[in-house]
């Protein structure tokens, strides 16, 4: 079992930029395909971004591509999402995923372990 714990969430104006950390234990980091999902208020747990093993590949919705960049840090256990020119729409919770299979389209990973979440509030 994977132990994920996030950070760097909180409330923030339109248009600035916000980077979530993700802090994994409990199992080998550098064999866990990561992720980053988000779920707003009343709806649905939403994909972000994926990235492989070694971080060589990534994988981004088409909501946030271009503006959410992940990424990781085998040595230090940890997985990053970038967020820039955050809008009121990103306003949601945020979590962050581990899947031990390896995948080559990303956008089809199937997390067994979910941290706890951090809320973004994003105000216009």
């Known amino acids: 079992q994977v132990q994920l714990v996030e950070s760097g969430g909180g409330v923030v104006q339109a248009g600035v930029s916000l980077r979530l950390s993700c802090a994994a234990s409990g199992r080998t980091f550098s064999r866990l395909t990561m992720g980053w999902y988000r779920q707003a208020a009343g709806k649905e747990r939403e994909f972000l971004a994926a990235?492989?093993?070694?971080?060589?590949?990534?994988g981004y919705s088409n909501s946030v591509k271009g503006r959410f960049t992940i990424s990781r840090d085998n040595a230090k256990n940890m997985v990053y999402l970038q967020m820039n020119n955050l809008k009121p729409d990103d306003t949601a919770v945020y979590y962050c995923?581990?899947?031990?299979?390896?995948?080559?389209?990303?956008?089809?990973?199937?997390?067994?372990?979910w941290g706890q979440g951090t809320q973004v509030t994003v105000s216009s």
């Open positions: 990235i492989s093993w070694t971080g060589s590949n990534t």
């Open positions: 995923a581990a899947d031990p299979l390896f995948y080559i389209d990303l956008t089809k990973m199937s997390p067994g372990s």
